[in-house]
Every structure is written in structure tokens, then in C-alpha cells.
């Protein structure tokens, strides 16, 4: 006779392969919530140098005390 290859597998492939599944998307999720981190901290220090950066003299002044 012949089979169908999903009914040629072991009986516990199908449910193994589901929890491998899930253990991916959670290592995904976990990886997306550490990004978010990443990208709100690397935000709020843009955002911070821009701050300081308002009471610091134009780059051309830097310049000038170079030379």
C-alpha cells in the first residue's frame, strides 16, 4: 500500500515539532522585546546628546581654539 509521508511519521513528531515551534517563537518574542529596549535606550540617548549639544558652542568655535 501506499502511504501518505505525514502518516509514515512517528506519532509524537507531530507535537514535537509544535514545541519546537513554540520554543522559537519565544526566543523570537524575547528577542524582539530586547530590541525594543535597545531602541528606546539608544532613542533617549539621541536624545539627551541633542540636549546637551544646545549649550555647547558650534562646531566651526571648536575650530577656531584648534587651530
Known sequence: TRGNVANNAPPNEGAATAQKLDEILAALLDTRDHLTVLEQQVMGN?????????????????????L
Open 46 to 66: 539621541e536624545e539627551e546628546e541633542e540636549a546637551g549639544n544646545k549649550n555647547q558652542p558650534p562646531p566651526e568655535d571648536n575650530l577656531i581654539w584648534v
